[in-house]
Each structure stands twice: as C-alpha cells, then as structure tokens.
Antibody, heavy 121, light 112 residues
C-alpha cells in the first residue's frame, strides 16, 4: 500500500526556517518524481515544487524561488522541503505527493496527510 | 502563469441528479507531445485531495464510472451522472502542460 507521511510543520516567525519531511513506503520511491502542494487556510490548492526521480531536475513556483529547496534521499525513501525566509503568505497545509507521468504532468496520484505550517509573530 | 477558471464555484445538487463543472484555461493545454494535461481532483471535507481524472478523460482506478471528463484545447468539463452523498466536497481542475502547474479556484458541491 502506498503511504506518504508528512512531518515537520509548525509555528515559525516571519523570516524563520522550517524543514518539511515526507516518508514514503509501499512503492519504489526512486522511480517517481515527487511534488509539494500547499493549501492556505480556507483556500484552494497551489503547486509549490517538483523534483525528478533522480533529483537532477527541480521546479519551483515563482513565489518560493530562492527561498525553498526541494530535495530527496532515495536511499531513505524520503522527500524534503527546506523553507527559508518564511513569510505570512506561506502559511498553509503542505502536502507531499507522488507525481504521475513525465514531470508530474498527469498530476499526483497519492497524497500525504499534510503538515500545517503557520508563519506568525 | 496559466489561469484556470472554474464555474460554478458553488454547486447545490439533488441526490441522484447530474452535475457538471466547467474549467477554462487561459492558454491551450495541448502539449508538444500531443497530449492535453488537464486533470481533475476531489477534496472531501477534512481530507487530502484525490485525483479523479487525468489527461482530460482517463478515470483513476477506483473512481466510480459516474464521473467522466471531456473537453479539448481550453474548455473542459467534469460530469457526475448521478450525484451521491459521498460526492460532497470541492472539485479542482489542474493543468500540467505549462510550469508552474496551476489549479482552478475549486467548485464546492453540496447536496440540496
């Protein structure tokens, strides 16, 4: 059974940092691109970042470019999102998700339970 | 970024009746490989989203056949042939043709 378990969220002050983790199981992690998608409170979904199966290709939405870094450890079946210089508008539930299709163009077919991030002083 | 516009944003439906959600993109979603990367997701209250449809009309495993997707170019539709109580939630279209991938605003389906 495919499982994605998100962790690492919490309360952080503006300008602070946080590292999200996602533990994957039930599939060959190194064969899949992975993504982070977020959802601000009461709002819709926003694609944040993508990483290819090998980690050699990464994409970021403009609002997080230069502040967030996506990475993965295929030996540990883990996905990460390092978030620096956090802003109020980064407050959201962050979902780890398994990509489907080339560069996740078919969307994502499995989602984690989400980890909440609150940026506030 | 490619803007995805859904309508309606609120959809009250009587149990057993059909429902339809429209999604329009600001640019054509036909990719250079000939595929159209338009996907649909359902988010039930309090849960993570779930993909229903990929590449316009391909239903995911386990998705009831009362859900169907259609469309081309910039205009797409998700149809539910007979709404059931478990269909309550928010539905999002999403394009995977142009980075950054973008979602529609969401359509909230409720039982009348």
């Amino acid at each position: 059974e495919v499982q994605l378990v998100d962790s690492g969220g919490g309360l952080v002050q503006p300008g602070g940092s946080l590292r999200l983790s996602c533990a994957a199981s039930g599939f060959t992690f190194s064969n899949y691109g992975m993504d982070w998608v977020r959802q601000a409170p009461g709002k819709g979904l926003e694609w944040v970042s993508y990483i290819s199966y090998s980690g050699s290709v990464t994409y970021y939405t403009d609002s997080v470019k230069g502040r967030f870094t996506i990475s993965r450890d295929n030996a540990q079946n883990s996905l990460y999102l390092q978030m620096n210089s956090l802003r109020d508008e980064d407050t959201a539930v962050y979902y780890c998700a398994r990509g489907n299709g080339s560069y996740s163009r078919d969307g994502v077919d499995y989602w984690g339970q989400g980890t909440p991030v609150t940026v506030s002083s | 970024d490619v803007v995805m516009t859904q309508s309606p944003l609120s959809l009250p439906v009587t149990l057993g009746q059909p429902a339809s959600i429209s999604c329009r993109s600001g640019q054509s979603l036909v990719y250079s490989d000939g595929n159209t990367y338009l996907n649909w997701f359902q988010q039930r209250p309090g849960l993570s989203p779930r993909r229903l449809i990929y590449k316009v009309s391909n239903r995911d495993s386990g998705v009831p056949d009362r859900f169907s997707g259609s469309g081309s170019g910039t205009d797409f539709t998700l149809k539910i042939s007979r709404v059931e109580a478990e269909d309550v939630g928010v539905y999002y279209c999403m394009q995977g043709t142009h980075w950054p991938y973008t979602f529609g605003q969401g359509t909230k389906l409720e039982i009348k």
